[in-house]
């Protein structure tokens, strides 16, 4: 009669192999849509396009997501996935040269780019080291984005430049604990499509860069 433990042992090595390998995937494709988006915004930022274009390709933009999702368990994903953090970045454009052209632009651009890169690394080897499990941290998140999508629309009418901080303050703090809950479910296996996965740690590191770079620019006084 076989062993019952040696089902479990074999069970418990798959899924860390299969684990291992959306991980992998993940960041891999993650850093190829990073870069993807960096060539796009600087398409963009050479283009010159105005606002206009940069709220319409966000648009475009938030339909390619469910493309996205839809297509995430096919080869066809890999194309969407593409295309849609294509768009995001081409939309940046108009916001980035906005900010460079600001006094200390290009120092404020590259302190929010380190920012990012140290939350984001320093929060993903958290999670990788320690392995916790974050998962509860779910319903919480997202409230605080719900809460701070509706306060980001209503101060489009009201225009107040506190509430813009704060909103940014909040939307840092977010994506933050969205990295670890992200992360979370890859390692303890809540995610298992690195398509999927992706568009997630890419989402926090969009809207973390931009919301680090309010912050820093606001602070500076040069906004």
């Known amino acids: 009669m ?14 860390a192999v299969s684990t291992n390998k959306v991980l992998k995937n993940t960041y891999m494709l993650l850093g190829m849509t990073l870069l993807f988006s960096a060539f796009t915004a600087g398409v963009s930022m050479v283009m010159g396009l105005p606002q206009g274009a940069a709220l319409l390709l966000s648009l475009v933009g938030f339909g390619l997501l469910f493309v996205v999702h839809k297509t995430a368990d096919s080869s066809k994903g890999l194309v969407a996935i593409f295309a849609f953090t294509g768009v995001m970045g081409a939309s940046l454009g108009p916001m980035l040269n906005y900010y460079l052209a600001l006094p200390n632009g290009p120092a ?21 080291t320690t392995r916790k499990d974050f998962s509860f941290m779910g319903g919480f998140l997202m409230v605080g984005l719900i809460v701070a999508v509706v306060a980001m629309i209503a101060n489009i009418f009201l225009a107040i430049p506190a509430l813009s901080l704060t909103i940014s303050a909040a939307v840092v703090m977010i994506m933050s604990g969205l990295i670890l809950f992200d992360t979370s479910r890859i390692i303890n296996g809540g995610e298992t499509n690195y398509i999927r996965a992706t568009v997630s740690l890419y989402l926090n590191i969009y809207n973390l860069f931009i919301h680090i770079l309010h912050l820093l620019t606001a602070l500076s006084g040069d906004d």
């Open 108 to 128: 404020l651009v590259l302190q929010a780019l380190a920012g990012t890169a140290v939350v984001f690394f320093g929060l993903s080897a958290y999670a990788l």
């Open 2 to 15: 076989a062993n019952p433990r040696v089902y479990d042992v074999d069970a418990a090595l798959g899924a």
